[in-house]
């Protein structure tokens, strides 16, 4: 299996249209003021994007977690034994 950046990019990218609209959402009820809800919605969507690719990234390059098609992540309960 081989995962090519530009996944890790665009999962970014529409995870954080979700994450920021909602920073935003919420600054903007906490606050009252729209202005201010947009400007952390920006700032959230600038650094937020970077941290998240990176984050991704260095997961992809971990193997914690991962499996070869074939292994089984537990010991069967029964084996059959054989003649």
Do not use: C, Q
Request: glycine fraction near 8%; aromatic fraction near 12%.
């Amino acid at each position: 299996m081989s995962v090519l950046p530009k996944r890790h990019l665009a999962k970014a990218i529409t995870w954080r249209i979700i994450a920021s609209l909602t920073t935003f959402i919420i600054g903007w009820i906490v606050t009252g003021n729209l202005d201010f809800g947009m400007a952390i919605g920006a700032a959230d969507v600038i650094i937020k994007l970077v941290l998240y690719y990176l984050h991704e990234r260095a997961w992809y390059h971990s193997s914690y977690g991962v499996i070869n098609d074939g292994e089984h992540l537990t010991k069967p309960l029964f084996r059959k034994k054989r003649k």
